[in-house]
Each structure stands twice: as C-alpha cells, then as structure tokens.
C-alpha cells in the first residue's frame, strides 16, 4: 500500500481568472448554434400563431361544438400552443443571447 500522507498537494501554477461581475462562467455557444436556436425559436411562434389562427377559426366541428363552446380538442391545442410559444420563446433567447455574447468576442 501506497504512503500518501507525506505527499505534497500539487497546486496550479496559474488560477484561473474570475469571471467579471455579473456574469456566469460557462456555457459558450457557437454562431452557428446560436443562430439555429434563434431560427428555431422564430420558426416555433411561426408555426404555432398560424396553428392558433386555425384553430380558432374551425368549423369542422372539432375545436367547437354545435353550440359554440370549446371542446377538449381546442383546451389541449391551446395548451400545446401555449407550451410551444414559451419553449420557442425561451430557446430563441438562447440563441439571441449567443450572438450578443459572439459579437462581443
């Protein structure tokens, strides 16, 4: 068995510099992903606005009924519109806040 209470720690020569104040070290996205995370989130409010937009103009018989009162079809896309805008929204900033943070590179 080894003896390693005489060992002496190793240290790093150099410490590593501290982040400025107010800012996380971390994470460092690419421009590439950025961009496709700020497309994606575009695309994402695209998509589902017009989903939205349809939705609410249905005649077919799904999202109202015969007396006009929102079915559990229309409650569940409206939830799953809702979800999407906010994870599209969220991810859009990602991408947003990446090309800021490149562009200050």
Same mark, same amino acid.
């Given at each position: 068995?080894?003896? $390693?209470? $005489?060992?002496? #720690?190793?240290?790093?020569?150099? #410490?590593? /510099?501290?982040?400025? /104040?107010?800012?996380?070290?971390?994470?460092?996205l %690419? @421009?590439?992903?950025?961009?496709?995370?700020?497309?994606?989130? !575009? *695309? %994402? *409010?695209? !998509? *589902?606005?017009t989903? !939205?937009?349809?939705?609410?103009?249905? %005649? %077919?018989?799904?999202?109202?009924?015969?007396?006009?009162?929102? $079915?559990?079809?229309?409650?569940?896309?409206?939830?799953?519109?809702? $979800?999407?805008?906010?994870?599209?929204?969220?991810?859009?900033?990602?991408?947003? @806040?990446?090309?800021?943070?490149?562009?200050?590179?």
């Amino acid at each position: 068995m080894r003896d $390693t209470s $005489t060992a002496t #720690p190793t240290t790093d020569p150099e #410490p590593a /510099a501290a982040a400025p /104040a107010g800012r996380r070290a971390g994470l460092v996205l %690419s @421009r590439r992903t950025s961009w496709f995370l700020l497309a994606f989130g !575009v *695309w %994402s *409010w695209f !998509v *589902w606005i017009t989903f !939205v937009k349809n939705l609410w103009k249905d %005649s %077919s018989g799904l999202a109202f009924d015969d007396a006009g009162d929102p $079915t559990g079809y229309f409650w569940v896309h409206l939830l799953l519109a809702i $979800t999407s805008f906010l994870l599209g929204t969220a991810i859009g900033l990602l991408g947003l @806040r990446g090309l800021r943070a490149a562009r200050r590179t």
